[in-house]
């Protein structure tokens, strides 16, 4: 599964937004065409879908208007037409954002983050999160990893909890502390990796380099949707 497709046809445009965006921690797909977003996206499932509104074929309107109806996630319309009406058009399509090019990189980067802790936010309503192999069941607080109960004491449950309602975004040291105990990260306090350390045993994250839950170097760490097949 990835985080994010991108639907556009400049190629260099593409590789310098992908890029950005993982270097930030995210799994972008690129897609060149309408036609092709709207046959993978469904399938697909990610997160976010960042979608030029001039493509060449269908245009981002109407491939928007065929992915309303199947896939639930956010859509992000990318267009230099900032007409009000070309806005309206994509909003009432179904859209949930419609951004003006030229793309200011910090600024489409902080627009995802809000989707994504909105998107979550929505989401937290839901008993049960399922990421591939990885159940979390919230009103029992039980985990299950290919239908083998994992034993987490529960504020190993409670971090994973608070890292899968994430999932594909960053979360510091800081963001981690003030949701779990109410406080922010002082410089000093260790106990968050420590807990992160015991999750990846737990879980079986055991490679050289970790792929369930990532270290985002200097940044924090961020559940991966992807590593749970």
Known sequence: ???IVLVEDDERLGRLVSGYLARHGYDVLHELTGERAVERIPALDPAVVLLDVTLPGIDGFAVCAALRPRYPGVICMLSARTDDIDQVLGLELGADDYIGKPIE????LARIRAHLRRDSGQRQTRPTLCFGQLRIERDIREVTLQSKRIELTTAEFDLLLCLAESAGT???RDDLLRDLRGIGFDGLDRSIDARISRLRRKLGDLGEVPDRIKTIRSKGY?????GWD
């Open 222 to 226: 961020l559940f991966n949707r992807a």
């Open 105 to 108: 990189p910090r600024v489409l």
């Open 170 to 172: 960053i979360l510091s």
């Open 1 to 3: 599964m990835v985080d």
